[in-house]
């Protein structure tokens, strides 16, 4: 099956920085956007950020802009997020997914915990 | 980036129908055919259940149905089953190239 599989969350101090990765299995990476939606215990999806197929264009949310950055290895079929100047309303599960039909995401990973606190 | 509106909750009897309202503005919802919804049972991950407004991807039920009036969306259960208990969101795409999302509606099944 297609499959989306997310690593590198954890805890980290407040101002610090984490990588977050997205290995893609079973499709072909360059051909789809992909997406990182995030989801505070308890609380709702919020979209974070997308990147086109060959990398050339990145959105980000208001909330995230100019500390966390977006970015993709098609050769190795993995999507990355630098997440930048952590605070602790960053934490959550940070989900990776796929952009299917149009303007939606189509495949979900099952998700990487993010918690910012000293 | 505000985020669409959507009601707290929903709820109605096995065999019922349900609507969930997703309001947004000129700028979102209303400008483009690019809404869907998901679905999201609690512990798992969520699930596109709508894309484009109305289009259903393979395999879910028919009884998952959208539609759009101005800015608003709507997602509509017919047949109310136990297994929709769940929490349902929409997203929008919007003039900053962006995307948003509802702060989604918990359905339950009486």
């Known amino acids: 099956d297609v499959q989306l599989v997310e690593s590198g969350g954890g805890l980290v101090q407040p101002g610090g920085s984490l990588r977050l990765s997205c290995a893609a299995s079973r499709f072909t990476l360059s051909h789809y956007y992909m997406h990182w939606v995030r989801q505070a215990p308890g609380k709702g999806l919020v979209w974070v950020s997308d990147?086109?197929?060959?990398?050339?264009?990145?959105n980000y949310a208001d909330s995230v802009k100019g500390r966390f950055i977006i970015s993709r290895d098609n050769a190795k079929n993995t999507l990355y997020l630098q997440m930048n100047s952590l605070r602790a309303d960053d934490s959550a599960v940070y989900f990776c997914?796929?952009?299917?039909?149009?303007?939606?995401?189509?495949?979900w990973g099952q998700g990487t915990m993010v918690t910012v606190s000293s | 980036q505000s985020a669409l509106t959507q009601p707290p909750s929903v709820s109605g009897s096995p065999g019922q129908s349900v609507a969930i309202s997703c309001t947004g503005t000129s700028s979102d919802v209303g400008s483009y055919n690019r809404v869907s919804w998901y679905q999201q049972p609690p512990g798992t991950v969520p699930k596109l259940i709508i894309y484009?407004?109305?289009n259903r991807p393979s395999g879910v039920p028919d009884r998952f149905s959208g539609s759009k009036s101005g800015n608003t969306a709507s997602l509509t259960i017919s047949g109310l089953q136990a297994e929709d208990e769940a929490d349902y969101y929409c997203s929008s795409y919007t003039s900053s190239s962006t995307y948003v999302f509802g702060p989604g509606t918990r359905v339950t099944v009486l």
């Open positions: 484009e407004v109305t």
């Open positions: 990147i086109n197929g060959d990398g050339t264009s990145t």
């Open positions: 997914g796929r952009g299917g039909p149009v303007a939606a995401v189509d495949i």
